[in-house]
């Protein structure tokens, strides 16, 4: 089984800072691309930031420039630092990664269980 699994999310004020961390445990062959979605209440998931195992990073409009994507290979793990806060960011921010389990396999995509950022004086 795979699994990934975020932490880092709280209550900050505006302005501040967390930072995301999300680490895949199980069978793992290779990561592709891993990244960083998020929902807020009544709205759809969207995509936050990715990062290929190779390549340039991307980034959602609304938060270039505040927010960093990154990921460390050996660990399995991806980050996401997210400065400058504003209560708009406030979601359940959801870890993704494409995910082979042997080199038999397809690449599969799981999602994580999701952590709470919420932004609010």
């Known amino acids: 089984q795979v699994q990934l699994v975020e932490s880092g999310g709280g209550l900050v004020q505006p302005g501040g800072s967390l930072r995301l961390s999300c680490a895949a445990s199980?069978?793992?062959?290779?990561?592709?691309?891993m990244g960083w979605y998020r929902q807020a209440p009544g709205k759809q998931r969207e995509l936050v930031a990715v990062?290929?195992?190779?390549?340039?990073?991307k980034y959602a409009d609304a938060v270039k420039g505040r927010f960093t994507i990154s990921r460390d290979n050996r660990k399995n793990t991806v980050y996401l630092q997210m400065n400058s806060l504003k209560p708009e960011d406030t979601a359940v921010y959801y870890c993704?990664?494409?995910?082979?389990?042997?080199?038999?396999?397809?690449?599969?995509?799981?999602w994580g269980q999701g952590t709470q950022v919420t932004v609010s004086s």
């Open positions: 993704n990664a494409d995910i082979a389990k042997s080199l038999l396999s397809p690449v599969n995509n799981y």
């Open positions: 199980g069978s793992i062959v290779s990561i592709n691309a």
């Open positions: 990062i290929p195992r190779g390549g340039s990073t």
